[in-house]
């Protein structure tokens, strides 16, 4: 088994990129999916969470309202380490149990996108980052998601740098350009991590 950590600043393009690896047959684990089912209504995550950030942070119909919890969070560091450290063990111990349902031979890819932030490059056989200019980035976030440019701009501010990200990375997909620029770049990655995971097999 190959472990690769995929990681990348929001509006980079991870999850197409995500998507690719897994079209070619790559074992996906998915931090953000993952982080979205631990505090589902009726968990202990969700629990916790309401504890630390009060009733206020739920929708009418009981769920986390996660524009509003964004809001609180993003722009203030203590309040993201307090919603971090309730999140993260959660995720870790259901991303431990997703890879051990993984083949011997199979390239299992953890989609993770704070992943230089936690300094979790160790845990994986490689990293590979999709990396993309902050201009890209803030025009993908505010003209494809709708979201309002000071929104973005705290959202990208809580991550890692670019140079932060290139450091930890052993392969890069530039993903700066067009979607047709991306789709060979990262098959060749996929035919490195193939070969990869054939050495590894035990």
Request: charged share 25%; glycine share 10%; hydrophobic share 45%.
């Amino acid at each position: 088994m190959l472990k690769v950590g995929l990681t990348g600043g929001i509006g980079a393009g991870k999850s197409e990129v995500s998507r690719l690896l897994v079209s070619y047959g790559a074992v996906l684990i998915d931090a953000d999916r993952i982080a979205r089912e631990v505090v589902e209504p009726g968990t202990p995550g969700l629990a916790a969470v309401v504890d630390a950030f009060g009733e206020g942070i739920l929708t009418e119909e009981g769920t986390l309202d996660r524009p509003k919890l964004g809001s609180l969070v993003f722009a203030d560091a203590e309040r993201l380490a307090t919603l971090n450290a309730i999140v993260h063990p959660l995720v870790r111990d259901r991303s431990a149990e997703l890879e051990g349902a993984a083949g011997a031979g199979d390239v299992v890819v953890h989609d993770v996108p704070l992943l230089t932030e936690n300094g979790l490059a160790p845990l994986f056989d490689l990293v590979v980052v999709v990396d993309a200019s902050p201009e890209t980035q803030l025009d993908r976030l505010v003209r494809l998601r709708g979201m309002a440019e000071q929104d973005a701009r705290a959202r990208m501010a809580a991550q890692a740098t670019r140079e932060q990200r290139r450091a930890i990375a052993d392969l890069v997909i530039d993903n700066d350009g067009p979607l047709d620029a991306l789709e060979p770049q990262v098959r060749e990655v996929w035919d490195e991590l193939r070969l990869r995971a054939a050495g590894t097999v035990r």
